[in-house]
């Protein structure tokens, strides 16, 4: 606490390079960081809902999230096929 006093009083905070535009809580990459924690944290709750509430082993769950993974990069690989077929490179 008293270095947090010191650093204010002593205007040290003068000293400092600001935050980059490019790391500030606004920034793309910021956002992106976010949208992957708020991801982790709906699995990690769906993760438990399936142990705890449906009854399924752990191994279970994961087999779901795996089988979700793959389906999901399927679908995403079919869409990718179909919006490529139409670019001539």
């Known amino acids: 606490k008293a270095a947090f006093i010191n650093f204010i009083s002593d205007e040290e905070w003068k000293s400092i390079e ?13 956002s992106s960081m976010s949208a992957l924690f708020k991801l982790s944290m709906w699995i990690r709750h769906g993760h438990g809902y399936l142990t705890e509430n449906l009854g399924i082993p752990v191994w279970g769950s994961y087999a779901v999230f795996g089988l979700a993974t793959l389906f999901l990069g399927m679908v995403l690989g079919l869409v990718s096929e179909i919006l490529g077929a139409d670019c001539d490179f």
Do not use: N, Q, T
């Open 18 to 30: 600001p935050v980059s535009s490019w790391f500030g809580p606004s920034s793309f990459l910021m």
